[in-house]
């Protein structure tokens, strides 16, 4: 059998660092790991190959190759998924979907042969069997979340590692809290799953043997959902670093809460990590409560930023505007909060309400939902009716992007979060090697000669050099992805018009 695995195409969005990517020469920051994992499941005797067309275009000549074409997607890839189906199945091939759109998707799916609802460790394997006898079903859902001890090593080889800026693996599923927009504990659970030390410490010597180097995003929706195990993993990190060279500098997402534990901070520190995602989601204490994220209420956040920081931590945030109890200073209130917080990147988004969150379904018993979430909370578009004007709202939200990625402001923060960082004398040679002599030439091009802001980068440089020189790669970094922030908030703008998208769509319903 042939198999072929489609990752369909991203938008240009804030998370896919499209025009960061292109000064290190990249198309895409991580591989699909779902479909890694996918093909590590299928036999070994079957041929396969992987399009992601967030790296290289899907040809007719790939679809006529396949016999079974596999395919993941999230929402916000539907349309590109879509027409990978249509394509598909025009030539007549038999077609599988998973992933979190499929799972989740309360509209009509794509025309495809087969489904798969949650997670697949256990019900892919009795697919292939029911293929094999010809009885294959049309929808797979296991009764369980399966165990992370199913999970299998990713197929890392089968990605070209060469065109990403970072490879993927993960270590747990769900998430302990109860954020009511939050889809990942309906997806994933909040009883955390964790691999066991040695499977995980077998996928780093995994990756590590394909040749990578350099940043690795460890994709756990909560990285410290179980802080016991974590804990007993982080020394066993640390160690294999060590043995091997450091070969690896890490990148997860957590809770805000890991700023209680120096523990975890000391950890994390000595284990390789560089950078954290927090969802912070806002300064508002109403609000926060509103959303159910109490962990956020009982701590300062702004000392909890810093206190991450101190511990050689980057801090890029999530912050969300259009709750209930926004007041009217809303964005006043994140932009002075993001400014305070150094976070240079700042993920901020309007509230969506995910398929059958707790907040889909509170909207819904309210009568308040107008359609299925576009999946990009950054589109300037909102799929229930909010307690704000709505126009106010997306002028709003406008207002803080526009600032925040404003370069005087931005670089401001970069600097800052430099200040606040400590530099590892052991960083993997990641940064060396990815902010090259070539990315380096592309950016002083592209920044400093031909941008309207580059009397701001010199300025932003020249403090670099003469206050910190030793992260001169680091402000690099920041500064290319500073860039596509602006870039794509400035598009972002040009189209934005405030009544267009927030029209009453009919809600379909599966
Ligand atoms: C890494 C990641 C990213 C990476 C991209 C990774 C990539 N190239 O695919 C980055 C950071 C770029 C990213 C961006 C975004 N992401 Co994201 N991301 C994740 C994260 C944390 C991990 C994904 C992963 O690798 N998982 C590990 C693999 C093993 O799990 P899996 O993909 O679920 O696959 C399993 C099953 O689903 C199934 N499966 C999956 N595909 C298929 C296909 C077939 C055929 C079969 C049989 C089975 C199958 O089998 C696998 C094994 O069980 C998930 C959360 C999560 N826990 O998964 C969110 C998540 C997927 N992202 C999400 C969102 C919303 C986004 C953004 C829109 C951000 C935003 N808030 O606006 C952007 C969109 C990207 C863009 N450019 O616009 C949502 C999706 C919700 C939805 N219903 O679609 C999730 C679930 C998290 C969340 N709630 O916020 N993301
Ligand atoms: S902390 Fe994050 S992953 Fe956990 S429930 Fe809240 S939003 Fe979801």
């Not at 009795?126 to 797979?140: K, Q, T, V």
């Not at 370069?407 to 902010?435: D, N």
């Amino acid at each position: 059998m042939k198999a072929l695995l489609v990752n369909p195409e991203f938008p240009d969005t804030y998370w896919s660092f499209r025009h960061a990517l292109s000064f290190e020469g990249k198309r895409s920051a991580f591989p699909p790991l779902g479909l890694l994992t996918i093909s590590a499941l299928l036999p070994g005797s079957w041929e396969r190959r992987l399009i992601d067309m967030n790296v290289r275009p899907l040809r007719s000549s790939d679809i006529e190759w396949a016999d079974i074409i596999f395919a993941t997607a999230m929402l916000v890839q539907k349309e590109s998924l879509r027409r990978v189906v249509e394509l598909c199945k025009a030539r007549g091939k038999r077609v599988a979907l998973g992933g979190p759109y499929v799972t989740t998707s309360v509209e009509e799916l794509p025309p495809a042969d087969h489904f798969f609802l949650g997670e697949a460790e256990t019900t892919f394997p009795e697919f292939l069997l029911d293929l094999e006898r010809g009885e294959a079903r049309r929808c797979y859902q296991a009764a369980e979340r399966p165990p992370m001890s199913a999970a299998p090593i990713p197929d890392f080889r089968l990605a070209e590692l060469k065109r990403y800026s970072a490879m993927s693996v993960q270590y747990s599923r769900g998430c302990p809290f109860r954020c009511e927009f939050c889809d990942i504990i309906e997806i994933y659970g909040r009883v955390p799953r964790t691999k066991s030390n040695d499977q995980m410490l077998a996928e780093l010597d995994a990756l590590r043997a394909t040749g990578w180097r350099g940043t690795v995003f460890i994709v756990d929706d909560n990285f410290i959902g179980n802080k016991r195990n974590v804990k007993r993993l982080l020394p066993e990190l640390a160690a294999w670093q060590e043995r091997n060279g450091r070969p690896f500098a890490f990148l997860t997402e957590a809770s805000v809460n890991l700023a209680e534990d120096d523990e975890l901070l000391d950890g994390m520190r000595h284990a390789g990590f560089r950078r954290v995602f927090l969802g912070i989601e806002t300064p508002v204490e109403e609000s926060l409560k509103e959303a159910l994220k109490t962990q956020n209420t009982q701590c300062n956040l702004l000392d909890s930023v810093r206190k991450i920081q101190r511990h050689g931590l980057e801090v890029m945030g999530g912050f969300i505007v259009g709750f209930d109890s926004d007041p009217e200073d809303i964005f006043e209130r994140q932009i002075n909060f993001i400014r305070e917080s150094a976070i240079p990147l700042a993920m901020v988004g309007l509230l969506n309400a995910l398929p059958d969150t707790q907040l889909w379904r509170r909207l819904k018993r309210e009568g308040r939902l107008l359609a299925e979430s576009s999946g990009d909370n950054t589109g300037y578009s909102l799929n229930f009716v909010s307690r704000m004007d709505p126009a106010r709202l997306l002028e709003g939200y406008r207002s803080i992007m526009q600032t925040i990625y404003n370069p005087g402001q931005y670089y401001q923060r970069a600097l800052e979060c430099l200040k606040r960082v400590p530099q590892e004398k052991s960083s993997p040679r990641q940064i060396g090697l990815v902010y090259s002599v070539a990315a380096l030439t592309r950016i002083v091009f592209r920044l400093g000669i031909r941008d309207r802001w580059r009397r701001e980068f010199w300025r932003f440089l020249w403090r670099v050099i003469t206050q910190q020189r030793e992260k001169f790669a680091e402000a690099l970094r920041l500064a290319a992805m500073g860039y596509h922030c602006r870039k794509l908030t400035d598009a972002q703008s040009e189209v934005f018009s405030p009544d267009v998208k927030t029209i009453a769509l009919p809600l379909t319903l599966r």
